[in-house]
């Protein structure tokens, strides 16, 4: 590092230091050399050693190494100057070490050093980071009893602060007595302001501010932009989202990680997983996702059983030797299991227990489910054993897709073993226990089983979902039930569990196949009234049964209405 031979002094070392620490890289190793070099050639430090050393560690967040180049400086009998004390202050601030700051800040004075502006101003941020509003306050009051004026600085560091704690008012009282002290608006003015009224969710004054900022000849900058995306966002603008990121890209701005996370997770939010998709890519140009944005995408795919797209950022993920949260293992363990993808739903859970993701209810559950909806009975009781062999007791959600799988198996044997052992778990059915019962002894035609549950639940005073109610009215119509299915249709709309277009179907086929052509019409009708669209089934019930009863008339009507909807 230096030529042997050559006698150096401390002006020559300074200089090597400062021109290492200003490297943005670490150089710890290299600062420690210097140092140790100077103590073998008796070269005794200054105060601008000891203030690069100072700089070199605060910025490198090394705060408590900053604080012992400090005292060492003092125990040297280098008397730290305003440069030094600004420097430390600035740096404690923006590190969160308040009460050290102030402790400096005392002694500053003690010494004789008066703060100046860039003191202030430091004293003034740290407060405002820390929303220490009232000590934020103070020092304004201090630094102006000490005749020293605020600059550009102090009131964009007041009104940001006002700004982020939603004291508008405050924040606009501010900008006020800036301007009245000769100090215009700047961009980063500007960008506060425009923080806070998002903040409250103000969109009017959002887009006054800008016309403002335009006027005054100041175009709004990348952090502008981004800010106003993050506010949209909250506010649940999509067009106001999309408006701004056109106007960075027209710009030839690009959002920073954060604003593309924040996009990411907006779009999953709203269903558009074709802008989420867009939004991604145009991330991975410049920024490098996460784990985490990867794992939010993926979910969001699992949820839309979008196994393709979600399978292809698995892989990508693996490529980057990324390793899926065990939320995100599980949602693609349900994903794949409900596409009937039973390999790919085994790989998985083999990729995620390789890795030492330690499987839980959910994934066991999932892969039970998965197993069953695609009848491999079998392998669902080895996986069953497994999560019990593991320590991990099952729950409702469980036992609940054991059952449902025996039950869509026409196991009603074990379908009824396992009801016996919600209770010996000290578990209690739930509205999806009793419909999984009553789709399996649908299965098997025992519709007496079917009245006995639908009669049981009124006692336990649960209130039927949609599914429980349509897996009802589907096997009482399928067995000629139909007072009963009448009652429970009817019972359905006053507990004001709106029927679609699966329920009016069965009743609208009941109807018309028993020759009730009246209530088959008024079903038609009532269904039209709720603007539940028919499908091509039910245009069909009707057809037939005008038809079967030579109602040719209406028969017709029909016909004409249902090409409304169908006209092919």
Do not use: W
């Not at 009793?434 to 299965?443: E, K």
């Amino acid at each position: 590092m230096i030529a042997k031979g050559i006698p150096l002094h401390v002006g020559n070392y300074n200089s090597i230091l400062s021109s290492v620490v200003k490297a943005k890289k670490d150089v710890t190793k290299q600062v420690k050399n210097i140092r140790d070099e100077m103590a073998r050639n008796n070269v005794t430090p200054n105060i601008q050693t000891f203030h690069s050393l100072i700089c070199y560690y605060g910025f490198n967040k090394e705060i408590d190494q900053m604080e012992r180049i400090f005292e060492e400086m003092k125990s040297n009998y280098i008397v730290p100057n305003q440069v030094t004390y600004s420097s430390i202050i600035d740096l404690l601030a923006k590190n969160h070490r308040l009460e050290r700051m102030e402790i400096l800040f005392e002694e500053m004075k003690r010494e004789n050093i008066l703060p100046n502006q860039e003191v202030y101003n430091s004293l003034i941020g740290g407060y405002a980071k820390n929303k220490k509003i009232d000590k934020m306050e103070l020092t304004l009051n201090d630094m102006i009893r000490d005749n020293i004026k605020p600059n550009q600085v102090t009131f964009n560091l007041m009104v940001e602060s006002y700004a982020k704690n939603k004291q508008i008012d405050k924040m606009e009282r501010i900008i006020r007595d800036m301007k009245l002290n000769n100090f215009a608006p700047d961009l980063v003015t500007y960008t506060c302001m425009i923080d806070g009224y998002g903040k409250i969710g103000d969109f009017e004054k959002i887009e006054s501010t800008l016309g403002d900022m335009r006027r005054d000849g100041i175009e709004p900058g990348r952090v502008t932009f981004m800010t106003m995306i993050e506010n949209y966002v909250k506010m649940n603008l999509i067009a106001k989202v999309e408006k701004a990121l056109l106007e960075l890209k027209r710009h030839e701005l690009v959002p920073d990680f954060n604003t593309f996370a924040i996009l990411i997770s907006f779009f999953i939010k709203h269903d558009q997983l074709d802008r989420m998709e867009q939004i991604f890519q145009e991330m991975k140009k410049t920024h490098v996702p996460s784990s985490f944005i990867y794992c939010s995408m993926i979910i969001a795919y699992a949820k839309k059983k979008q196994s393709r797209r979600m399978d292809g950022l698995f892989q990508e993920m693996k490529s980057k030797n990324m390793v899926p949260s065990r939320v995100a293992y599980n949602y693609m363990i349900t994903c794949y299991g409900k596409n009937k993808q039973v390999d790919e739903m085994e790989q998985t859970y083999q990729h995620m227990v390789k890795y030492k993701v330690v499987p839980d209810h959910f994934t066991y559950t999932s892969m039970i489910d998965g197993y069953g909806k695609n009848e491999l009975i079998e392998k669902m009781e080895q996986t069953f054993k497994e999560m019990q062999q593991n320590g991990i007791p099952p729950n409702l959600v469980t036992f609940n897709a054991m059952i449902d799988s025996y039950g869509k198996c026409k196991q009603i044997e074990k379908m009824e073993d396992f009801l016996r052992q919600i209770y010996q778990n000290g578990l209690e059915p739930d509205i999806f226990t009793y419909s999984a019962l009553v789709d399996g002894y649908g299965r098997i035609n025992q519709i007496e089983k079917i009245e006995k549950i639908f009669e049981e639940i009124k006692t336990k005073n649960f209130v039927p979902d949609r599914v429980f109610y349509a897996l009802v009215i589907e096997y009482f119509a399928t067995h000629r039930k139909g007072e009963k299915m009448e009652r429970v249709f009817e019972e359905m709309k006053t507990n004001k569990i709106q029927p679609e277009v699966f329920e009016y179907n069965l009743v609208i086929d009941y109807f018309g196949k028993n020759g009730l052509i009246e209530k088959m019409e008024m079903a038609f009708e009532e269904m039209k009234g709720y603007k539940v669209v028919p499908d091509l089934a039910i245009f069909e019930s009707m057809i037939d049964c005008f038809g079967r009863n030579k109602m040719f008339e209406k028969m017709e009507l029909i016909s004409k209405e249902m090409k409304k909807y169908f006209p092919k």
